[in-house]
């Protein structure tokens, strides 16, 4: 006789981590959203914190850095809920993947802030806008903001012509909330477009990619190595992301 599952159901959050010794959460959607944190998050995460669970922040934004992705989570009057180190963000995985197979120049689509993490491996990072003729050995797709989305779409799309450089992609995300009703296409949207142009596949990195969940847990295991992946939670707002 095939077993059947019953459904958990838990009255309080606080209960759900009961069992569990680190907590990963994602950020938007969960902990925060276009207006700030959301109602009710502060007290949990000061509850995690008593409680003594290591709590990271697993997020799909390569658009700014850890520091400035903590910004977020200032409470007036709490204080910093959560700091730098326990941002987790998808342009830190992009970057340590450039930093092992790439080097000399990347050039990025994006806001200038989002080639934080590329700059902070030492590596040479340029706008696409920026490359001309210019020997280019990797092409990064970090965010949907801060270039012209008709020039230089079609300039990254030249340069991935150009020979066979990896293209990596930061956020796989096709869309994202822009407020209350409505959404906007992610870099996530712009890449499958390039790609089915150009009729080869990029290197996503970013939830639901195991290799963040993996970069959290030896983050977690550097500092208490008995930890296994059944003492970890992740909170999400969707099964896919």
């Known amino acids: 006789?095939?077993?059947?599952?019953?459904?958990?159901?838990?009255?309080?959050?606080?209960?759900?981590?009961?069992?569990?010794?680190?907590?990963?959460?994602?950020?938007?959607?969960?902990?925060?959203?276009?207006?700030?944190?959301?109602?009710?998050?502060?007290?949990?995460?000061?509850?995690?914190?008593?409680?003594?669970?290591?709590?990271?922040?697993?997020?799909?934004?390569?658009?700014?850095?850890?520091?400035?992705?903590?910004?977020?989570?200032?409470?007036?009057?709490?204080?910093?809920?959560?700091?730098?180190?326990?941002?987790?963000?998808s342009g830190l995985l992009t970057t340590r993947y450039l930093a092992r197979k790439v080097s000399g120049t990347v050039a990025f689509l994006g806001k200038?802030?989002?080639?934080?993490?590329?700059?902070?491996?030492?590596?040479?990072?340029?706008?696409?806008?920026?490359?001309?003729?210019?020997?280019?050995?990797?092409?990064?797709?970090?965010?949907?903001?801060?270039?012209?989305?008709?020039?230089?779409?079609?300039?990254?799309?030249?340069?991935?012509?150009?020979?066979p450089i990896p293209v990596v992609v930061a956020n796989a995300d096709l869309a994202y909330p822009s407020d209350s009703e409505n959404i906007s296409l992610a870099i996530g949207s712009l890449a499958r477009m390039l790609e089915g142009v150009l009729g080869r596949r990029f290197i996503y990195f970013g939830k639901p990619d195991t290799s963040m969940f993996s970069y959290g847990w030896a983050l977690v295991q550097a500092i208490e190595p008995e930890i296994t992946k059944d003492d970890i939670l992740m909170v999400g707002d969707t099964l896919e992301t």
């Open 1 to 89: 006789m095939k077993k059947t599952h019953r459904p958990l159901r838990i009255e309080k959050f606080s209960e759900l981590v009961e069992g569990y010794r680190a907590i990963f959460f994602d950020s938007f959607g969960v902990l925060r959203d276009a207006q700030g944190i959301l109602d009710g998050v502060a007290e949990v995460l000061l509850e995690l914190k008593d409680r003594s669970k290591r709590v990271y922040v697993l997020t799909n934004d390569s658009s700014r850095s850890p520091q400035e992705l903590a910004r977020v989570f200032e409470h007036p009057s709490f204080g910093p809920l959560i700091t730098p180190d326990q941002i987790i963000s």
């Open 112 to 163: 200038d802030a989002s080639a934080h993490y590329i700059r902070a491996a030492g590596i040479r990072a340029i706008p696409v806008s920026e490359c001309g003729e210019e020997e280019i050995n990797a092409l990064a797709l970090l965010d949907d903001e801060g270039f012209d989305w008709n020039a230089d779409l079609n300039a990254a799309l030249n340069l991935a012509r150009r020979g």
